[in-house]
Structures are given as C-alpha cells and as structure tokens.
DNA sequence: TCAGAAAAGATTGCATACGATTTCCACCAG
DNA sequence: CTGGTGGAAATCGTATGCAATCTTTTCTGA
C-alpha cells in the first residue's frame, strides 16, 4: 500500500492550520487502516497530495511522530508506526490504568445530552457490525474507538482526553497488526453495559466494567513473538 | 523577563536533533522558572540564540507546544504557558490518577540499582532543600519532580513515561504560579517514606502514599481565582 | 556469475527569501 | 487629553534551494 494510492478531502477554509488539517486526515487514515503500518510518509508525497510544500507537510508528520502513530527515522523518513507487541502491552497497560478512573469521573458528570450523544453514537457502532465487508470493518474499529473518546471528553479532563486520543489511535494500530477476531459484538456489548452504568450514576460498576472490557479487547490480540528477534529484526520495515 | 537574557550551553554534538536538544534546553528553563510564564520566545530570537534557522528554532516551539509547555497564537507566536488554575486542577487530576498505578508497578520492578539511584537522588533533594537561595529553590523544584521521573522509568511503560513527564514539567509550572510556601520539607519526607514502601515491596502502601503525596503538593496550592471572570480574562496573557 | 565499488538518483535537514499578518508608534482630529 | 488612523517595523507562514545523507543502479574485476 503507497500513500500515493489514497485521496484525501480537500482542506477546508484556510483560516485554521493547514498542518494540524494534514494530521488529522492522515490520522484518520492510518486509524482506518488506510495505510498499513509500515508505509513511507515521503514529506514530498505528502506535500504534493495535499498541495503543500514539505515544510507544511513536514509539520504535520512532526505532529504524528509526537503521538506516536508514525515513526521518524533521521535522514530516511517517515513510517506508519510498526507497534512491537512491547508497545501494544504498554498501550494496554495505560488504558488501564487510565480509563477506569476515566469512567468515574464521567459518571459524575454525565448529562442527559451526553447520555444521547452516547446512543447515537452506539446505535452508529451496532450499525456496522451488523454490515459486512472490509469497509464496515474498519469504520467499526474506528466507531468504537469513538465510544471510549466521547467517554474522555464527558469526562472533563482536556488533559487526560488527549492521552486517550494517543491512546485510542495506537490501540487501533495494534488491533489492525495483532487482533485476531470479532472482539466487536463482544465489545459493543460492552460498551452498552457501560453506558447503563453510566446512566444510573453507578461510577464503581462502570470502572470495573471497563477494565474487564479492556482485559478483554487485550485479550483477543496475539501478542506472541512470531520468529526470532534476529530475523524479526531483519524483516522490520 | 526575556528570553533574551538567557544563556544556554552550547549545543552539543550534532549527531542527534538539533531541535531536540534546544527544546530539553527551553523545557529546563521554562520548568527552572529561569523563563517566567508569559515570556515571548520569537522564533528568531530562539534562534539566533542557538544559531540555528528559524526552521529549526520553530521546529523546538512545537514540540513544547505539544507538551503544554508553550502556547501558540496564529501569526502572534510562542509564550510560555501560564497554565490556568483550571488546568492546575487537571494536571493533578491527571497525576492522581496516573502515579499511584506507576508506584505499583515500580513497586513489583525495582532492582538493587534502582534503590540506589533513589537514594543519590533523594539524598541531592535533600541538600537542595537544606540551602537557602533562590538558584537552591528552582534546583529543588526540579529535583522534587526527577523523583517522580525516576520512578515513571522504573515502572518500564515509556508511555507513561512520557505522559508523567508532560504532568511533571506542567507541574513546576504550576507549582511557580500557584505555589505557597515550603512544600518542599514535607514533600522530600514523603519521597522519602514512598522509597521506604518501593524497598520493602510494599506495593500497595507505595500507591496509597504517592496518592497523599500529590494530595498534599495541591493542597499548598493557591487556586483560587484572583478576580471577577471578565478582567481574569482581560489580563490574562 | 557474483561480490564489491562507484556513480546516479532520491529524500531529508536546514537555511533563506518573500508575502501576509500583526504590533507599535507617531500623528491628527475632535 | 482622548481616541482613532495610517504607515513602518517586527514577526509569522510558507515555498524553495542547496548541501548532506541514504538508496539504488551500474560497472568492474575476479
């Protein structure tokens, strides 16, 4: 997969930062799964699909670098990040650390529009996992990596909310590398257990319910190293 | 104060980022308070002062930019952050929930180098703290937060490694804005107690004591909000 | 035929240039 | 004296050019 097979929306009204429009879309596109991890970011390339010179695209592959989803190699480039099953650990081990004392705090402060804003949103997730085919799958990833975003957001910690955006988008990455099933109908049930807790206030039972259902996204992964770390090396691109 | 006035140590062999390196330079004396909040840092002067392009000197304002540290206006340039009392309250929030868990897992991973890197650190906190000055006071800020860095690394998730150290360096930004008076004694006493719970492989007390730690660095905070809304926000800068 | 060296090509790192935007300040009318 | 106005200076956003580095291809000698 080339970044030069993709086509990307043109960017809207200059008045916000062509940069941070760059990032997104290419966010988007490697949370997608668009492009594969791996891939070379050339600043040239993307420059010339965004219409851009390097220097605009080089900030926006600066931008990705600092969250982590690309990876940056002196004089070489840039790289769709290639998660090591180490740093998927680590992913997962920040969830949980995080996300429980996320959902308390939510629960505190949930509101009845946000309780709408998370049936919607559910009634979205439900939709594409009832779909079939490549394309629902991906945006069934990314619906319900929304589902854990929106919880951040009620949460009322901009702080926090950004590392569960760091977070969010690099479990998509290691779910596209290492995931092995349906962990989504499982996990859309889930998602439906909390936000009933959420909804009557019980923050305890939403916590534990989120840990369980991040032990078991976690879970559904395959973590194991497939060959030797001299060839595993080797292959590393 | 102006960025101006500052003088930096030479950039070191250029072999790695040259960005980078200004940035950890800035970082230091953002969190030193040797650069105020509020201060300008213009791209140009950044770097003349490290004779580099304004390339390069923007590419480092990013990054800081990133971390919180600095906050960029369109077309205006970088300042040094002046973090609201809001934020203070969630770069806390954020810490109380994050470094309990770090103290757990250091807890279950500290080998006898470890212990011995705390002590050399705990035992120049506790010079820093016996000296008076105000050059003793920023040195003593900053060694109050390489404990908790130190332990972040000793925990072994280099994610959360990073976010403790984006908390940190917000955290001695805080501390110089909102800061009251010696919570310096009492801190180094509960690092020291915290180590104590780390050698004995008391996980669970280690937490329990870091979370009263965090507790007691807000609790000398002064947070509360100088004047009505509309001047607060009519000075801010 | 193949390994190694040399040259060609591509890509990044960085500096610099120029237009656009904002800030500052002198000036003037009320 | 206050408040608005115009232009100059400063600063930012972005494109582009050149040197350094890496990659690939080609050539040579065994």
Redesign the interface.
Known sequence: MNIADQTFPAIDGANE?RAQAIRDQLRDAIVDRRLAPGTKLSEGEVGTLFDVSR?VAR?AL??LS?E?LVRTE?NRGAFVANPSPE?AR??F??RR??EP??AI?AAGRMTSADVAAFKTQLEEEGRFIAERGPTARRSEIKASGDFHLLLASVAG????QR?MEE?VARSSLVIALYGRSGISSCGHNEHVQILEALEAGNAERASALMLHHIDHIEADLDLRVRSGPALRQALEF
């Open positions: 930062d220097t900030a600066q931008m600092f982590g002196r740093e680590q992913v081990a920040s650390l995080i004392g996320i705090a910690n901009v702080i926090l590392f977070l």
